[in-house]
């Protein structure tokens, strides 16, 4: 073997080296959730009862109970969206459920927003609590209720503050998870 074998190669000089692909921005589109997203939909979800406490649940839904969750919203006119990447993929999604089962409680719901954990920080949260709140309205619901972990959760208590939700009230050491007691944040959007 040639010494110069041996030799590490230099490196071309930097206004030589190719340069990488720009990547590319981050884009969705956002329609109504159908049927044919639920998997998607209890995957993304599923992660965050197994990884977090941003949900109290400890056991992962079924598609199962995704479908009766997804047939019950629709009987009720309830707006669940999803955001879909150019390629068809569902990056998040955000739904409003009666906040109480009560009769009287039929204009009043509670929201709730999932995404991927690589589609987080892109504006995404922001680009469905707006869509929910418009859908909601125009659906004839007049309270808008969000019911947040008291830990590590501050970016979802500022995206829903920059939409005018004011917190109502805190309720603490009501759940316990991975070995710890948790607490919740209540806040509250009139819709008027």
Do not use: C
Request: hydrophobic share 40%; charged share 25%.
């Amino acid at each position: 073997m040639l010494e110069e074998e041996y030799a590490p190669r230099r490196k071309p000089p930097p206004h030589l080296r190719k340069r990488p692909e720009p990547e590319a921005p981050f884009a969705f589109t956002l329609r109504e959730a159908t049927a044919r997203d639920l998997p998607d939909i209890r995957e993304i979800y599923n992660y965050y009862v197994v990884n977090s406490t941003v949900t109290f649940d400890e056991d992962q839904m079924s598609l199962r109970a995704w479908r009766a969750r997804f047939a019950y919203l629709a009987k009720l006119g309830m707006p669940f969206i999803v955001a879909v990447s150019p390629s068809g993929g569902v990056l998040g999604y955000a739904l409003v459920q009666p906040w109480k089962q009560k009769r009287a409680y039929r204009y009043t719901v509670e929201n709730s927003i999932y995404l991927r954990p690589a589609a987080t920080g892109k504006g995404l949260g922001r680009a469905l609590l707006g869509e929910l709140i418009d859908r909601s309205k125009k659906a004839g619901l007049k309270e808008m209720l969000a019911v947040i972990g008291d830990k590590g959760a501050e970016g979802s208590i500022a995206l829903h503050e920059a939409f005018g939700f004011t917190e109502i009230g805190r309720m603490g050491r009501v759940g316990f998870k991975f070995e710890r007691w948790l607490g919740t944040i209540l806040l509250q959007k009139s819709l008027k």
